[in-house]
């Protein structure tokens, strides 16, 4: 890949840090740095696929501790935590590093996809945790690899819900102010509700009624949980658990006062440059498809499944689809947080134009002009458990502020691809996950059990055409 647009990479990234010419048999994966100066405004076409093919390397290569790969001396942590004695070994099983390289979990069907159980990652609450080396579900929860198909439609669906809920908590606060009364406020966005604020005219807020999304609201798209907000942030946490290869936007000179935090002889890692190009690379990964059978009977099948779907409200959660009003998208995100580059850290954020990508051509789109994303999800949070169905009540870790039997919607894009199911990837088939659904997702559970073999049948067939189509 490198080599086949390695003169156009050249020509966009003319001011890349001069790297030193590297042998082609050198055992290294990065032989130069994405420039960040050269990243500013929008990107064109070819810029734009130069940079994604350049995340595409990072994130297929396999590091090595040439590049600086491993962190004897720094845990997995998401903030940039000290180990309290080294480590030598390259890999650990647990607490990580697990792999040298982003596809050796994200490879079904292709690179940027899901993995199977084999490739099971052990999640700790994460932000300042110990080192584990104990499958003890006390220390942390094993989660299953899922898929990046879509990612960047996803990210920009949840940065607009974000607005559209900070916009109605601002406005509550008006009227509260002008009209000297309490306000209870419905937050909504794109048809999902999230519960209720209450509002004082002094301002102060009750949070207490917010369902499915975060006290600040922020919608936060990623992981089983629903618990990070943009695929920038979920890089560099995944680049230093999993690989030990550290971002210098969090763990460089600014944040941590040294370039080699992990201590490993290797310092700035990746540069900001080389975190965009992998989230350029994930974010344009296009979104799976539909597949049409040749088959008549499964063609006949799936329509009707598709139908049932809806009836037994299954859509409730996983949403056929959700309008997007815009597919510019904008790196660094406008919500990050500390150590995660920020909007207010560059002059011009780079915008990568999804519309530029011959697949962007093929979303429909509603009489607003808004892009429909067939994601079959809702990006909201879900108590998944009760006293009867508890399968999902396996984890024994709450994550951030989300209690343990909380998980966000999976979108069902792409799912005939992905088994194993659920968030640990321990159930074989559609029908066993779908059993598994308690709680919030009882009724149309129940509904499905009780419905005729044959409606049960024809919703599976309706699911294994939600493919992801390399
Ligand atoms: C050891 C296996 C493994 C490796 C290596 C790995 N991932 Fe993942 N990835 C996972 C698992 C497991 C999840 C789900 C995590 C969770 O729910 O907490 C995940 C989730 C994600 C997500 C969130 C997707 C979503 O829709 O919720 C992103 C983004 C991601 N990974 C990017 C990366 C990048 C970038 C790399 C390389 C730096 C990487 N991953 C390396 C296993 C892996
Ligand atoms: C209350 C919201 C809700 C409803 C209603 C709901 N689901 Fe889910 N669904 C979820 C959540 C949350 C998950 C993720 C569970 C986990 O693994 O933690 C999920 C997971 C799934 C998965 C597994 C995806 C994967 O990649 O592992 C499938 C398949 C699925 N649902 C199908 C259905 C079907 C079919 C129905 C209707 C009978 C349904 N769901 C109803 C919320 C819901």
């Not at 944040?255 to 965009?276: C, Q, R, V």
């Not at 005939?416 to 559609?430: K, V």
């Not at 598994?436 to 419905?451: E, I, K, L, M």
Request: charged share 25%.
């Amino acid at each position: 890949m490198w080599f086949r647009v390695g003169t156009a990479l050249l020509a966009l990234a003319g001011s890349l840090a001069t790297a030193q010419e590297l042998a082609p048999w050198s055992e290294q994966v990065i032989r130069r740095h994405v420039d960040m100066a050269t990243l500013a405004g929008p990107l064109d076409k070819e810029q734009l696929q130069v940079l994604a093919a350049q995340g595409e390397v990072l994130f297929t290569g396999r590091f090595t501790t040439a590049d600086g790969a491993g962190r004897p001396m720094a845990t997995q942590a998401i903030i940039p935590t000290k180990r309290s004695r080294p480590v030598d070994a390259a890999f650990q099983r647990l607490a990580g590093p697990d792999a040298n390289a982003c596809s050796s979990c994200h490879f079904e069907p292709v690179a940027g996809g899901a993995g199977p159980f084999t490739a099971n990652a052990f999640v700790s609450e994460g932000f300042e945790s110990a080192d584990f080396d104990t499958l003890d579900p006390q220390f942390s929860n094993e989660r299953n690899t899922n898929h990046l198909f879509g990612a960047g439609l996803i990210e920009l669906l949840a940065r607009e819900m974000t607005a559209d809920l900070r916009r109605q908590r601002r406005e509550g606060q008006i009227k509260a102010r002008d009209g000297g009364e309490p306000v209870r406020l419905a937050l909504s966005s794109k048809g999902v509700d999230f519960g209720h604020l209450v509002v004082d005219p002094d301002g102060t807020i009750d949070n207490s009624e917010i369902d499915g999304v975060d006290a600040d609201l922020t919608v936060r798209p990623f992981s089983q949980k629903g618990v990070f907000a943009s695929l920038r942030q979920f890089t560099i946490n995944a680049m230093n658990s999993h690989h030990g290869m550290q971002a210098a936007e969090r763990f460089g000179v600014r944040w941590t006062g040294t370039p080699d935090f992990d201590e490993d002889g290797h310092g700035d890692e990746l540069t900001p440059g080389d975190i965009s190009a992998l989230v350029a690379f994930q974010a344009t990964l296009p979104p799976p498809g539909r597949f049409a059978p040749d088959d008549a009977a499964w063609r006949d099948a799936a329509a009707r499944g598709e139908v049932f779907f809806s009836a037994i409200g299954c859509a409730e959660c996983h949403r056929p689809s959700l309008p997007l009003k815009s597919i510019a998208f904008a790196d660094p995100a406008p919500f990050d947080g500390a150590g995660t580059l920020r909007t207010t850290e560059v002059e011009t954020a780079a915008v990568y134009d999804l519309a530029l990508l011959a697949w962007a051509t093929k979303l429909e789109r509603n009489d607003a002009g808004d892009y429909l994303v067939p994601l079959f999800g809702d990006l909201k949070r879900h108590i998944m458990t009760d006293n009867e169905v508890s399968v999902f009540g396996n984890e024994l870790l709450a994550q951030r502020f989300v209690e343990r039997s909380v998980f966000i919607t999976a979108e069902l894009w792409g799912v005939a691809s992905t088994d194993p199911y659920g968030h640990r990837g321990d159930m074989t088939t559609l029908d066993e996950v779908i059993r598994a659904h308690g709680g919030a997702g009882r009724a149309s559970r129940d509904a499905y059990v009780a419905a005729s073999e044959a409606d049960r049948s024809a919703l599976i067939a309706f699911l294994q055409t939600l493919k992801i189509e390399p």
